[in-house]
């Protein structure tokens, strides 16, 4: 158990529609990033968090958007969902902002139908 | 931006044998480099990682080795046992405006026989 906590482990939704993901970092991290898993394109880095303000973004499509709390837990929004967001949406965390270890969650799979 | 290559896509061993899996990056301002295990249903797990100012490092019968000029980094695990069998992950990242992305390898599919 790495210490990170998903919400939803299961997603299924219709196209068109809004959901929200959520994580709970370990405790004393204060980094917390998105990752999405699909079969074609791997593992690719969506946004990070560190103590409440974005630090780096990937190819975050502009439908997606994320935030992180005074609480350090953060929430990963996904809206207009189409067929191709189907996947896998990692939250991992760390310690610091850069080159720390981060430990994923267990993942929240989506299914958009 | 950053684009990291990982071979062989799969590769199965005997169990007690070595296995190797090797990455290449493109971004020579990486510095950063760590491999995660993934098993089916679960989350990436960080097996081991690496930085720019080491050369390799062990942990049991897990090594990683960077060549820096040559920009590929390689994990080495001896005598495989049938629960070293998953998806493994190499990645590399590099300081970006304070943050730190994670670019991945397309993985490799380790399946250790009995």
């Known amino acids: 158990d790495s210490g990170v906590t998903q919400t939803p482990k299961h997603l299924i939704t219709a196209t068109g529609q809004r959901v929200t993901l959520r994580c709970s970092p370990r405790s004393g991290d204060l980094s917390v990033y998105w990752y999405q898993q699909s079969l074609d394109q791997g593992l690719q880095f969506l946004i990070q968090y560190y103590n409440g303000e974005e630090r780096a973004k990937g190819n975050i499509l502009e439908r997606f958007s994320a935030q992180q709390f005074p609480d350090l837990h953060s929430e990963l929004n996904l809206s207009s969902l189409e067929l191709g967001d189907s996947a896998l949406y990692f939250c991992?965390?760390?310690?610091?902002?850069?080159?720390?270890?981060?430990?994923f969650g267990q993942g929240t799979r989506l299914t958009v139908v | 931006g950053e684009n990291v290559e990982q071979h062989p896509s799969t590769l199965s061993v005997q169990e007690g044998d070595s296995a190797v899996i090797k990455c290449t990056y493109s971004d020579s301002a990486s510095n950063y480099f760590p491999w995660y295990k993934q098993e089916l249903g679960k989350g990436p797990q960080l097996i081991i990682d690496?930085?720019?100012?080491?050369g390799e490092k062990k942990d049991q019968r897990i090594a990683v080795t960077l060549n820096k000029t040559a920009k590929h980094f390689s994990l080495h695990i001896t005598e495989t046992q049938p629960e070293d069998s998953a998806v493994y992950f190499c990645?590399?990242?590099?300081?970006?405006?304070?943050?730190?992305?994670?670019?991945f390898g397309t993985g490799t599919q380790l399946k250790v026989e009995l």
């Open positions: 690496i930085r720019s100012n080491v």
């Open positions: 991992a965390s760390s310690i610091g902002q850069r080159n720390t270890e981060a430990f």
């Open positions: 990645a590399a990242s590099k300081l970006t405006g304070g943050g730190n992305k994670l670019t």
